[in-house]
C-alpha cells in the first residue's frame, strides 16, 4: 500500500522546499567531494515509497536534518544561475498567449535584471527554481528505480500529478507576481 494522492501530494509539497538543496547533497555525495553529511538517491528514493505519512515522519527530518546553512547558500549560489527570474517570466509567457503582450515585446531588449527581480518576489522564485529540482529528481529516480518489483508506474503516477499541481500553483503565484507588480505601478502613478 502506498501513500494517497493527498499525502503524496503534501509529501513532494515538503521535499519541494528544500529541493535544490537535496540535490545539492546528493551530487556532492556523487561526486564525493563532500565532507559533511550528504544524502543519497536512494534515501530520497525510499521516502518516496513510503507507505504511510507515520513512516515518513519518520524519515524526512532526519534526511532534512542533513542540509545546513552553508549547504542551503552554496545550492541556492549554484542553482540560481541555472533557472532564473527571467526564466520564470518566460515561463509565464509560454503559458499567456492573451495577456502581458507587452512583456513579449521588451522580453529581448528591456527585460533585465533589475525589472525581473521587481516582477517576480524571491520566495515565488525560489519555489519555482525548487520545482526544477523536484522534477529533475523524480525523473532521475523514475529512469532508475533501484527495485523492479517496486510499484514504480502506481507511485509515480500520483507523484507526476502532484508535481502539476504543485506547477499550477507556482505558475499562478508567478502569473501573479506580474500583475500585481503592473497594477501597483499603474495605481502609483495617480
Do not use: W
Amino acid at each position: 500500500m502506498a501513500l494517497n494522492q493527498e499525502d503524496t501530494y503534501n509529501l513532494l509539497k515538503e521535499i519541494n522546499e528544500y529541493a535544490i538543496e537535496i540535490y545539492y547533497l546528493i551530487e556532492k555525495a556523487n561526486l564525493g567531494i563532500t565532507k559533511r553529511k550528504s544524502i543519497s538517491f536512494s534515501e530520497l528514493e525510499t521516502l518516496i515509497y513510503k507507505e504511510n505519512m507515520e513512516q515518513v515522519g519518520l524519515v524526512f527530518p532526519r534526511l532534512i536534518g542533513k542540509i545546513s546553512l552553508d549547504d542551503m547558500d552554496e545550492a541556492f549560489s549554484l542553482y540560481a544561475k541555472t533557472f532564473t527570474k527571467q526564466d520564470c517570466i518566460a515561463l509565464v509567457l509560454a503559458k499567456t498567449k492573451d495577456t502581458h503582450q507587452h512583456l513579449r515585446e521588451i522580453k529581448d531588449i528591456a527585460l533585465t535584471d533589475e525589472l525581473a527581480n521587481q516582477l517576480i518576489d524571491d520566495s515565488v522564485y525560489k519555489e519555482a527554481l525548487n520545482l526544477k529540482y523536484t522534477k529533475l529528481m523524480l525523473n532521475t529516480l523514475k529512469d532508475n528505480p533501484k527495485d523492479e518489483f517496486l510499484s514504480t508506474k502506481e507511485t509515480f503516477n500520483k507523484y507526476d500529478q502532484a508535481l502539476k499541481k504543485l506547477e499550477t500553483e507556482n505558475y499562478k503565484k508567478l502569473n501573479s507576481n506580474i500583475n500585481n507588480y503592473y497594477i501597483s505601478t499603474i495605481t502609483s502613478r495617480g
